[in-house]
């Protein structure tokens, strides 16, 4: 047991899960498309229920860090749509499944801002070589 603020005592170590996360980008995401940049509009990301793994983390209090591991899908539903109604492969259409990576300093109001690599799973739409995303720390 650690201390972490005047008279609280708690475990160094705390294990939660994640049940919720939907998401908008705010920022404009460009993507390639037949060599030209495209908007696909805006992209939203929410956690994947159809994945087998947990979305899942830790506190460590001893050092005032937080993990977390978010399976996810990511979307551009009216790229999406654009691709459809122009009869592209519907394979192209289909949700990004993605893992984020992230870890961020616990504050002392015991609240947290997580960031960290995003890995993306394979996609008929994406390089990879190609292909990054990042979750950048927020205020």
């Known amino acids: 047991m650690s201390a ?8 160094d170590r705390v294990k939660f899960a994640i049940a919720n996360l939907r998401a908008r980008v705010t920022e ?5 498309w037949l060599g030209n940049r495209v908007d696909p509009g805006p ?9 087998s793994a947990s979305s ?21 539903p009216e790229f999406a749509n654009t691709l459809k109604e122009l009869g592209a492969d519907p394979e192209l259409t289909e949700p990004v499944h993605a893992v984020i990576h992230s ?3 616990i504050r002392e109001d015991h609240s947290f801002v997580l960031s960290g690599p995003c890995n993306l799973e394979p996609h008929a739409l994406l390089k990879a070589e190609e292909t990054r995303a990042v979750v950048l720390a927020g205020t």
């Open 43 to 51: 992209l939203y990301i929410e956690l994947d229920d159809s994945c």
């Open 28 to 32: 404009k995401v460009n993507i390639e």
């Open 103 to 105: 870890t961020g300093r």
């Open 56 to 76: 899942e983390g830790t506190l460590d209090y001893s050092a005032f860090r937080a993990e977390a591991a978010f399976h996810v899908l990511l979307t551009f």
């Open 4 to 11: 972490f603020g005047e008279g609280q005592k708690m475990n």
